[in-house]
C-alpha cells in the first residue's frame, strides 16, 4: 500500500473548521476565503483566520 500525500487548502480548512464551530456556538457567521467572523449574540464579534506555515 502506498504512502500518498495530499494538500489541504486554507479554504477548505477554514470550512472544515467553520462547521465545527457552528455546531458548538450560537452566532452568526460570515465566511471568508481564510477567515470566519463570529457575531455572537451579545455584540461580540471576531474573526478567526487559518494560514498555512510552511
Do not use: P
Not at 462547521?19 to 461580540?44: D, I
Amino acid at each position: 500500500m502506498k504512502n500518498e500525500q495530499f494538500n489541504i487548502s486554507v479554504q477548505d480548512l477554514t470550512e472544515e473548521i467553520t462547521l465545527l464551530m457552528r455546531e458548538e456556538m450560537v452566532a452568526t457567521y460570515t465566511e471568508e476565503e481564510t477567515a470566519v467572523q463570529v457575531h455572537f449574540l451579545n455584540g461580540q464579534s471576531f474573526r478567526v483566520s487559518i494560514e498555512e506555515i510552511k
